[in-house]
């Protein structure tokens, strides 16, 4: 059997919001290649798994070993689970088990947590509140401002559309859709170094 680490949360049995799978690995020195193409297939077989709804992968280095945290966005825990049973993940994982330092290391969290889960090693913990709330308002505020602008011709174009509880609903799920699925995790990956980096290496860069 590989050796697998899952941590999930209180609420298992929640159906009714997206939730996310993080599979953290470390790769040992000179299997990184073959590793990579191996990602590529099993990234390619998630996808075909119902409720799936995208992965984002973000590399990275541990310990002189490189890293890959792939994070995996299901429509609920039941369709998570399903995957991570399925016999098709078993015996990529059982594969490519030679290749891993730790294991094949996964973690459900509820809808929001990977926007922040730092690409290192299990257990490492999540950057300061402030960074996280600088971050959302970063990607949240241009969209308050802008979405109004853009929903404007629909919202004249109908007096319906255009009643404050409507409207309000309007730019509001469309935020919510556009920070979930599109800008919040490239946003993250982009910023992860200054995220994650140590209160140490903040204060003395060198």
């Given at each position: 059997?590989?050796?697998?680490?899952?941590?999930?949360?209180?609420?298992?049995?929640?159906?009714?919001?997206?939730?996310?799978?993080?599979?953290?690995h470390r790769v040992k020195a000179?299997?990184?290649?073959?590793?990579?193409?191996?990602?590529?297939?099993?990234?390619?077989t998630a996808r075909t798994f119902p409720g799936h709804l995208g992965v984002d992968v973000m590399p990275g280095n541990s310990a002189g070993l490189r890293t890959f945290t792939s994070v995996l966005r299901f429509c609920s825990t039941a369709q998570v689970q399903e995957w991570l049973d399925s016999p098709q993940r078993l015996a990529l994982v059982k594969e490519a088990e030679h290749m891993l330092a730790d294991?094949?290391?996964?973690?459900?969290a509820d809808a929001g947590e990977?926007?922040?889960t730092p690409p290192g090693e299990a257990g490492a913990p999540p950057p300061p509140r402030w960074k996280q709330a600088v971050l959302s308002l970063l990607v949240i505020l241009?969209?308050?401002?802008?979405?109004?602008?853009?929903?404007?011709?629909?919202?004249?174009?109908n007096s319906f559309?255009?009643?404050?509880?409507?409207?309000?609903f309007l730019v509001t799920i469309t935020i919510v859709l556009l920070v979930v699925y599109v800008l919040m995790p490239p946003a993250t990956r982009l910023l992860?170094?200054?995220?994650?980096?140590?209160?140490?290496?903040?204060?003395d860069p060198q």
């Amino acid at each position: 059997m590989p050796n697998s680490s899952i941590v999930e949360p209180a609420l298992r049995g929640s159906t009714d919001e997206m939730v996310t799978l993080v599979v953290k690995h470390r790769v040992k020195a000179g299997t990184e290649q073959a590793y990579e193409a191996w990602l590529r297939r099993i990234v390619s077989t998630a996808r075909t798994f119902p409720g799936h709804l995208g992965v984002d992968v973000m590399p990275g280095n541990s310990a002189g070993l490189r890293t890959f945290t792939s994070v995996l966005r299901f429509c609920s825990t039941a369709q998570v689970q399903e995957w991570l049973d399925s016999p098709q993940r078993l015996a990529l994982v059982k594969e490519a088990e030679h290749m891993l330092a730790d294991g094949d290391v996964t973690e459900i969290a509820d809808a929001g947590e990977f926007w922040f889960t730092p690409p290192g090693e299990a257990g490492a913990p999540p950057p300061p509140r402030w960074k996280q709330a600088v971050l959302s308002l970063l990607v949240i505020l241009p969209q308050t401002l802008l979405l109004p602008i853009i929903w404007g011709p629909v919202f004249r174009l109908n007096s319906f559309f255009g009643s404050y509880f409507v409207s309000t609903f309007l730019v509001t799920i469309t935020i919510v859709l556009l920070v979930v699925y599109v800008l919040m995790p490239p946003a993250t990956r982009l910023l992860a170094p200054w995220l994650n980096a140590s209160p140490s290496a903040e204060k003395d860069p060198q």
